[in-house]
Structures are given as structure tokens and as C-alpha cells.
Antibody, heavy 121, light 106 residues
């Protein structure tokens, strides 16, 4: 069973960059699939941030695209999220997940436990 | 941008059938999937490719997708099914989630 674990600062100052890493175990990122980031503001619904393939190919949420960068490190078997110019509206639980299925039928079959990131001075 | 609309809440009595709709323009022409999320937990995939159940998901979970509406159906609803449910689809190179429906079993 593939396992994913998010890590990174739990507190980020406004206007700074939020950086998170997702470590993947029991599955090699290089073997395939896209890998995604999803966030959930407290008490609200899920919002997809973007997804990345092991080759570096990416898809981004258009509403966040200007501030988001995804990267992957196959040697460490992890992938990362950078979100710049953060505001309080970026406060959320951030999940990483594996995206499976053909592109049109993509779904997330394994999720990390999530990490709360608070944007505050 | 594409939108998926879900009712904020649905209530069902134990043992009865719960139906949770998810609507979007020509959603039936796309694949829909569903996630269950209990308080303080990560989402769990319960349906993919419109009506397929991942291993470990009880048979009482089923779904359909036609026209503009995908529907998640839980037969013989149990207290453990009380949770938030989210639909999700793919449109124009983006993943789209519905706003979520809180299922209350009372």
C-alpha cells in the first residue's frame, strides 16, 4: 500500500512562500502516475492545487497557477509544492495524493494525512 | 471554469437509502468519482470512473452518472456512513471538486 507523508512549516508569514514536501513510500514515483496537491481551508471543501508526473509534466489549477510551482525529485522519491505571496486565504490543510486512471478519469486513490499550514504574522 | 454543485446537506434514517447528487454541465460525458471524508481524517475514494468501487469499499456504495447529474447512492445506510462526501471530475486539464455534502444519519 503506497503511503504519502506531507512535511513542512506549519506557520508561514503573509507575502512569503509556503513550501511543502510529500514523501512517498512503498511505491516508486518513477514507475508512473501523476502526484497531486489538494488543500482544504478550515471548515470548507476540497480545492485541487495541481498535479505533477515523474517527468516533470504538470497541470495547475488556473486560479492558483501564477503562484504555484510543483517539482519532483525521483532520487528522493518525493515531490514538492511552492506557493508564493501567501495570504490568510491560503490557510488550509494541505494534502498530497496519488492520481491514478486515464487523464479524463483521474482520481486520487491514496492520500497523505494532511498538514495544517497557517498564514499569519 | 467548470463547476460541480452539491447540496450542502442530506439526511437519512439508519437502514434507508441515501442519494447524494452532483450536478455539472454535461457531467455525464465525463467521468465522476466520489470521496468520503470523516472529521479530522483524509478523504477516502469510494467510487471512481462513475460506478466502480475500490477494494475494501462496501457493496452498499454505488453510483451513476448521466446527463448533467452524477449520483452517489448508499443503501442500508449505517451510522458509520455519516461523513462529508465530495464528487470530482476532470475538465479542460483541471481537476474539479464539488463543494461537498454533509450526510447525516439520524
Amino acid at each position: 500500500q503506497v503511503q504519502l507523508q506531507e512535511s513542512g512549516p506549519g506557520l508561514v508569514k503573509p507575502s512569503e512562500t509556503l513550501s511543502l514536501t510529500c514523501a512517498v513510500s512503498s511505491y516508486s514515483i518513477s514507475s508512473g502516475y501523476y502526484w497531486g496537491w489538494i488543500r482544504q481551508p478550515p471548515g470548507k471543501g476540497l480545492e485541487w492545487i495541481g498535479s505533477i508526473y515523474h517527468s516533470g509534466s504538470t497541470y495547475y489549477n488556473p486560479s492558483l497557477k501564477s503562484r504555484v510551482t510543483l517539482s519532483v525529485d525521483t532520487s528522493k522519491n518525493h515531490f514538492s509544492l511552492n506557493l508564493n505571496s501567501v495570504t490568510a486565504a491560503d490557510t488550509a490543510v494541505y494534502y498530497c495524493a496519488r492520481a491514478v486512471g486515464l487523464v479524463a478519469s483521474v482520481h486520487f486513490d491514496n492520500w497523505g494525512q494532511g498538514t495544517l499550514v497557517t498564514v499569519s504574522s | 471554469s467548470y463547476e460541480l454543485t452539491q447540496p450542502p446537506s442530506v439526511s437519512v434514517s439508519p437502514g434507508q437509502t441515501a442519494s447524494i447528487p452532483c450536478s455539472g454541465d454535461k457531467l455525464g460525458d465525463k467521468y465522476a468519482c466520489w470521496y468520503q471524508q470523516k472529521p479530522g481524517q483524509s478523504p477516502v475514494l469510494v467510487i471512481y470512473q462513475d460506478n466502480k468501487r475500490p477494494s475494501g469499499i462496501p457493496e452498499r456504495y454505488s453510483a451513476s452518472n448521466s446527463g448533467n447529474t452524477a449520483t452517489l447512492t448508499i443503501s442500508g445506510t449505517q451510522a458509520m456512513d455519516e461523513a462529508d462526501y465530495y464528487c470530482q471530475a476532470w475538465d479542460s486539464s483541471t481537476v474539479v471538486f464539488g463543494g461537498g455534502t454533509k450526510l447525516t444519519v439520524l
